[in-house]
């Protein structure tokens, strides 16, 4: 038999092609929920898989512990709070948690990942726009919001109100979850040519800034034309907000409108929280997926920040890309410091997905903040 012969008897086999590396869009979780990788206590509703992320879900108690930690790699959340919790709060039906103190919650959702495969966290942009500070923590973690690979346990949140008491309660939802396969490129190169294909930050002054890996943004502190808002100032109240209550506060009762400076910029006060924007938008193609780069000490003594992820969709229309105004919450440390117009406050890290979601952010799928402008959270009328 000659050796063409040979090979006609073989098997065809066929390679399996590689899979890219990059974020699990909606499809990829949904089949990640069905295989027992990502695991909960209650049915997983179809509500919590987002474009690109999975919204985590509040369990039944609450530990108000004197500070904030991580457990370290040699112990479990619950072996710390065996000796660290100073209360047990059932939040079954609803609890108020108080502004300054701090809380563990068990989260309904866990996880079991395999090889090349890790996580991260944030914050829901309606938890960072009401100043809860909110972090995701592993079993034997060593850093907030960061869920390592191959990661097998429960997850936790730590919940810190700082501006208002909130009302939380079984089953709220005040975090989000990424899952990754592998490490997608980031390269300055990488982030300059997708850039300037598909325009991901648009201000119409000339190139992005570019460095490691992330554009930056700036602060708009010029504002409406007409009513010259530039943001708001949370106020010191004793009213809380129910988490779960949408478009039913009157904002007057917890915000106080700051306008365009006659001249210079804003001044920070210290620990004053700011609802700001930012000067240029954001468009996000449904094979990307991009998140916000928390200050650079080397610009200020400030923290800016933007709770929740940029999904994919995010600032594209029926027309295609317009581009969406970035919201940041915004606060001063050790000294009191004055924002202006046009400093950069953040960057943004792009990351492409595995494939294509197919559940793009937008007004299809009940998305809050497509279009927006300036804007508090959605638990305040409009």
């Known amino acids: 038999m000659n050796n063409a012969a040979a090979q006609a008897l073989l098997p065809i086999v066929e390679e399996k092609p590689e899979i890219q590396s990059g974020i699990w ?16 206590v209650d049915r997983i509703e179809d509500a919590q898989i987002q474009p690109a992320s999975l919204d985590l879900r509040l369990g039944t108690w609450a530990y108000r512990v004197p500070a904030s930690f991580l457990p370290g790699p040699q112990t479990t959340v619950r072996d710390k709070l065996e000796f660290l919790a100073d209360e047990k709060l059932n939040i079954e039906q609803g609890a108020v948690l108080q502004r300054g103190q701090v809380y563990i919650v068990e989260l309904q959702e866990s996880l079991r990942l395999k090889r090349r495969t890790s996580g991260s966290a944030n ?16 079993d034997f973690g060593t850093e907030f919001d960061v869920i390592p690979e191959r990661y097998s346990g429960p997850l936790w949140l730590e919940i810190a109100p700082r501006s208002f008491n909130v009302m939380v309660r079984r089953g709220s939802r005040l975090a989000q979850a990424r899952i990754r396969h592998g490490s997608p490129p980031t390269s300055d190169a990488f982030v300059r040519r ?70 210079g910029g804003i001044i920070l006060q210290i ?102 402008g300036l804007t508090l959270s959605k638990h305040f009328r409009r």
């Open 271 to 372: 620990n004053d929280f700011h609802i700001l924007a930012t000067k240029e938008t954001v468009a996000v193609p449904n094979d990307f997926a991009a998140d916000m780069v928390a200050y650079d000490t080397m610009v200020g003594e400030f923290r800016v920040h933007y709770a929740g992820f940029f999904d994919p969709g995010f600032g594209y229309a029926k027309s295609g890309a317009e581009g969406t105004t970035i919201v940041l919450e915004v606060r001063s440390h050790e000294v009191p410091f004055m924002i202006e117009h046009g400093q950069i406050v953040g960057r943004v890290v792009v990351e492409r997905l595995t494939e294509p979601t197919d559940k793009p952010y937008g007004s299809g799928i009940g998305s809050s903040y497509q279009s927006q």
């Open 25 to 40: 869009p909606a499809q990829w979780l949904r089949a990640g929920v069905e295989r027992g990788d990502i695991r909960a």
């Open 194 to 263: 997708l850039n300037e294909s598909v325009r991901l930050v648009r201000d119409g002054e000339g190139p992005a800034d570019v460095k490691d890996g992330a554009i930056a943004l700036s602060v708009d502190v010029e504002g409406d034309p007409v009513s010259g808002v530039v943001g708001f100032k949370a106020k010191r109240t004793d009213e809380f907000i129910d988490v779960d209550k949408v478009n039913h506060y009157d904002p007057e009762i917890f915000w106080q409108r700051v306008h365009r400076p006659a001249k």
């Open 123 to 138: 914050p829901k942009s309606s938890t960072g726009r009401l100043d809860v500070f909110a972090r995701v923590i592993t």
